[in-house]
């Protein structure tokens, strides 16, 4: 009996690091789905930083639908347990702080993106800010909500628009914060 118990253990134990060792070595999902343009030429790259932790892990990327209700993902998904600070990517003012559905959200009109200005949304949120203020890049705005989520792991929502259309919001992101894996020095001559 004992001995079953050995082998019994011994295989789970196994067969964990064998699905951890999978999962670590998996290449991250795109940040992009196949066929999606990798940038919006419509869209500044003003961005100033990430909305959750300096390079967070997109666990959905954008997705856009082929007509205006199809299916897709009209944002982009991004690992963050609940509690941790959201930041605005950019200058603008709050233009939604609270919730809808039950879940919190806040929307930020980005300064100087035209008219209608961009607007950047994120959500599940606890609003550290009100309607009407003004944000500067990095400020934190709120925290990431311990419910109303439709990610299957802790995740904020980030998405962004100008007027009725979707937009990728990755596309705010200058290519030196998009940059995955480590930084490299190199010779000035």
């Not at 082998?7 to 789905?33: D, G, H, N, Q, S």
């Not at 919006?40 to 856009?64: C, F, M, Q, Y």
């Not at 203020?133 to 100008?162: F, N």
Request: aromatic fraction near 4%.
């Amino acid at each position: 009996m004992r001995a079953k118990r050995c082998v019994r253990a011994c295989a789970r134990l196994i067969l964990l690091v064998i699905v951890t060792a999978t999962a670590l070595l998996a290449p991250p999902p795109p940040l992009f789905a196949a066929g999606a343009p990798l940038a919006d030429a419509t869209v500044p790259a003003i961005g100033r930083t990430w909305p959750v932790g300096p390079r967070p892990r997109v666990l959905r990327g954008w997705e856009p639908p082929a007509t205006a209700y199809g299916p897709g993902h009209r944002g982009v998904d991004l690992a963050a347990p609940a509690g941790t600070p959201v930041r605005a990517v950019a200058a603008g003012r709050i233009s939604f702080a609270g919730r809808v559905a039950g879940k919190g959200v806040v929307s930020v009109d980005l300064t100087g993106t035209g008219d209608p200005p961009l607007r950047a949304t994120y959500e599940p949120v606890s609003a550290a800010v009100e309607e009407g203020e003004e944000v500067e890049p990095g400020e934190v705005i709120g925290t990431v909500d311990a419910s109303g989520s439709h990610c299957t792991a802790p995740c904020v929502h980030w998405g962004l628009r100008r007027g009725e259309t979707y937009v990728n919001p990755l596309s705010l992101l200058p290519p030196w914060l998009l940059r995955t894996g480590p930084s490299r020095l190199l010779p000035l001559a």
